[in-house]
Protein backbone atom coordinates (compact mmCIF):
# COMPACT_ATOMS: atom_id res chain seq x y z
CA UNK A 1 0.00 0.00 0.00
CA UNK A 2 2.91 2.20 0.63
CA UNK A 3 4.35 1.69 -2.21
CA UNK A 4 1.62 2.70 -4.40
CA UNK A 5 1.18 5.70 -2.38
CA UNK A 6 4.81 6.98 -3.16
CA UNK A 7 4.26 5.78 -6.53
CA UNK A 8 1.07 8.08 -6.96
CA UNK A 9 2.75 11.08 -5.33
CA UNK A 10 5.99 10.50 -6.98
CA UNK A 11 3.73 10.35 -10.65
CA UNK A 12 1.79 13.74 -9.25
CA UNK A 13 4.68 15.85 -8.16
CA UNK A 14 6.47 14.74 -11.78
CA UNK A 15 3.18 16.21 -13.84
CA UNK A 16 2.79 19.74 -11.49
CA UNK A 17 6.99 19.92 -12.31
CA UNK A 18 5.93 19.94 -15.93
CA UNK A 19 3.00 21.79 -15.60
CA UNK A 20 3.06 25.33 -17.74
CA UNK A 21 2.05 28.12 -15.89
CA UNK A 22 -1.32 29.47 -16.65
CA UNK A 23 -1.30 31.99 -19.14
CA UNK A 24 -2.20 35.87 -17.92
CA UNK A 25 -4.38 37.95 -20.45
CA UNK A 26 -6.06 41.51 -20.23
CA UNK A 27 -8.93 42.30 -22.01
CA UNK A 28 -11.86 45.18 -21.18
CA UNK A 29 -13.11 43.17 -18.05
CA UNK A 30 -9.45 43.02 -16.26
CA UNK A 31 -6.56 40.85 -15.77
CA UNK A 32 -6.96 36.97 -16.00
CA UNK A 33 -4.17 34.97 -13.97
CA UNK A 34 -2.27 38.35 -12.79
CA UNK A 35 1.30 37.80 -11.77
CA UNK A 36 0.33 37.56 -7.52
CA UNK A 37 3.70 38.25 -6.37
CA UNK A 38 7.18 40.23 -7.96
CA UNK A 39 7.74 43.76 -9.30
CA UNK A 40 4.90 42.91 -11.56
CA UNK A 41 2.57 42.88 -9.53
CA UNK A 42 3.80 46.10 -7.14
CA UNK A 43 3.73 47.92 -10.68
CA UNK A 44 0.72 47.07 -11.69
CA UNK A 45 -1.00 47.88 -7.92
CA UNK A 46 1.06 51.60 -8.10
CA UNK A 47 -0.73 52.07 -11.57
CA UNK A 48 -3.97 50.88 -10.35
CA UNK A 49 -3.72 53.15 -7.21
CA UNK A 50 -4.35 50.47 -5.16
CA UNK A 51 -2.50 51.76 -1.39
CA UNK A 52 -3.40 50.08 1.30
CA UNK A 53 -1.59 48.78 4.38
CA UNK A 54 -0.39 45.73 2.26
CA UNK A 55 0.51 47.32 -0.78
CA UNK A 56 2.70 49.72 1.24
CA UNK A 57 4.29 47.26 3.41
CA UNK A 58 5.41 45.05 0.46
CA UNK A 59 7.39 48.25 -0.62
CA UNK A 60 10.49 47.53 0.50
CA UNK A 61 11.07 44.97 -1.75
CA UNK A 62 10.92 47.04 -4.85
CA UNK A 63 14.23 47.95 -3.07
CA UNK A 64 15.20 44.44 -3.43
CA UNK A 65 14.68 44.23 -7.00
CA UNK A 66 16.97 47.34 -7.28
CA UNK A 67 14.57 49.22 -8.38
CA UNK A 68 14.64 52.56 -6.02
CA UNK A 69 13.02 54.74 -8.58
CA UNK A 70 9.42 51.95 -8.25
CA UNK A 71 9.99 51.89 -3.98
CA UNK A 72 10.18 55.62 -3.86
CA UNK A 73 6.99 56.15 -5.90
CA UNK A 74 4.81 53.52 -3.87
CA UNK A 75 6.76 55.10 -0.74
CA UNK A 76 5.44 58.52 -1.68
CA UNK A 77 1.93 57.42 -2.99
CA UNK A 78 2.07 55.71 0.90
CA UNK A 79 2.75 58.81 2.58
CA UNK A 80 0.71 61.16 0.55
CA UNK A 81 -1.97 58.80 1.71
CA UNK A 82 -1.08 58.91 5.70
CA UNK A 83 1.06 56.06 6.41
CA UNK A 84 3.85 57.37 8.80
CA UNK A 85 6.55 54.55 7.82
CA UNK A 86 6.53 55.13 4.50
CA UNK A 87 6.85 59.10 5.29
CA UNK A 88 10.31 57.87 7.04
CA UNK A 89 10.94 55.60 4.60
CA UNK A 90 10.93 58.36 1.71
CA UNK A 91 12.86 60.59 3.77
CA UNK A 92 15.70 57.96 4.29
CA UNK A 93 15.70 57.34 0.24
CA UNK A 94 15.71 61.43 0.27
CA UNK A 95 18.53 61.61 2.19
CA UNK A 96 20.55 58.80 0.40
CA UNK A 97 19.73 59.49 -3.75
CA UNK A 98 17.94 56.52 -4.02
CA UNK A 99 15.39 56.72 -6.93
CA UNK A 100 16.15 60.67 -7.25
CA UNK A 101 18.85 63.96 -6.43
CA UNK A 102 19.77 63.83 -2.84
CA UNK A 103 17.32 66.57 -1.30
CA UNK A 104 18.37 67.18 2.50
CA UNK A 105 15.28 69.59 2.46
CA UNK A 106 12.52 67.09 1.11
CA UNK A 107 14.35 64.67 3.75
CA UNK A 108 13.52 66.95 6.84
CA UNK A 109 10.27 67.81 5.41
CA UNK A 110 8.82 63.53 5.15
CA UNK A 111 10.48 63.59 8.60
CA UNK A 112 8.23 66.74 10.09
CA UNK A 113 5.15 65.49 8.38
CA UNK A 114 6.05 62.23 10.05
CA UNK A 115 6.87 63.55 13.40
CA UNK A 116 3.55 65.72 13.60
CA UNK A 117 1.61 62.29 12.64
CA UNK A 118 2.95 61.00 15.78
CA UNK A 119 5.24 58.19 14.55
CA UNK A 120 8.22 58.15 16.86
CA UNK A 121 10.93 57.35 14.49
CA UNK A 122 9.74 60.16 12.46
CA UNK A 123 9.92 62.35 15.91
CA UNK A 124 13.48 61.58 16.20
CA UNK A 125 14.82 62.13 12.83
CA UNK A 126 13.00 65.42 12.99
CA UNK A 127 14.58 66.56 16.43
CA UNK A 128 18.25 65.53 14.82
CA UNK A 129 16.88 67.32 11.42
CA UNK A 130 16.11 70.81 14.30
CA UNK A 131 19.21 69.76 16.09
CA UNK A 132 21.42 70.16 13.56
CA UNK A 133 19.95 71.98 11.11
CA UNK A 134 19.75 69.90 8.54
CA UNK A 135 17.11 70.50 5.72
CA UNK A 136 15.44 72.90 7.84
CA UNK A 137 16.64 76.12 10.00
CA UNK A 138 18.23 74.92 13.41
CA UNK A 139 16.55 75.04 16.44
CA UNK A 140 18.24 72.87 19.70
CA UNK A 141 15.56 73.10 21.95
CA UNK A 142 13.05 72.30 19.81
CA UNK A 143 14.79 69.33 18.75
CA UNK A 144 15.62 67.82 21.82
CA UNK A 145 12.03 68.19 22.68
CA UNK A 146 10.99 66.30 19.66
CA UNK A 147 13.61 63.67 20.93
CA UNK A 148 12.47 63.48 24.46
CA UNK A 149 8.83 62.68 22.90
CA UNK A 150 10.01 60.24 20.84
CA UNK A 151 12.09 58.44 23.90
CA UNK A 152 8.76 58.88 25.96
CA UNK A 153 6.89 57.09 22.90
CA UNK A 154 9.54 53.92 24.09
CA UNK A 155 12.33 54.33 21.27
CA UNK A 156 15.57 53.25 22.38
CA UNK A 157 17.70 55.36 20.74
CA UNK A 158 16.27 58.38 21.85
CA UNK A 159 16.25 57.27 24.89
CA UNK A 160 20.49 56.81 24.55
CA UNK A 161 20.68 60.73 23.00
CA UNK A 162 19.03 61.35 25.92
CA UNK A 163 21.25 59.27 28.74
CA UNK A 164 24.22 60.97 25.84
CA UNK A 165 23.13 64.27 27.22
CA UNK A 166 22.11 64.72 23.75
CA UNK A 167 25.87 64.65 22.18
CA UNK A 168 24.53 63.53 18.53
CA UNK A 169 28.17 61.88 18.33
CA UNK A 170 26.33 58.93 20.22
CA UNK A 171 23.72 58.21 17.40
CA UNK A 172 25.29 59.34 14.46
CA UNK A 173 29.27 59.20 14.69
CA UNK A 174 31.19 61.32 12.46
CA UNK A 175 31.18 59.48 9.09
CA UNK A 176 28.56 61.88 8.01
CA UNK A 177 29.67 65.17 9.50
CA UNK A 178 29.91 66.16 6.38
CA UNK A 179 26.34 66.27 5.73
CA UNK A 180 25.11 67.81 8.30
CA UNK A 181 26.72 71.29 8.63
CA UNK A 182 24.23 73.85 8.36
CA UNK A 183 24.08 75.21 4.79
CA UNK A 184 23.32 79.03 5.55
Not at 40 to 61: A, Q, Y
Amino acid sequence: MRRLILIFSLAFLAGTANAEPPVTSEDELGILNPKDTGREMLRRKIEMGVIDSVTCSLGVNATKYDNHELAKNLAKRCAEAGYTKAMTWVSQMENNSLGGDYSPDEAAEWDRRAAEAGDPVGRFNHGLNLMRGYGISQDVELGRRFVDQAAEDGLEIAKRLQGAEYDLDEVTPDADNWRYAPLF
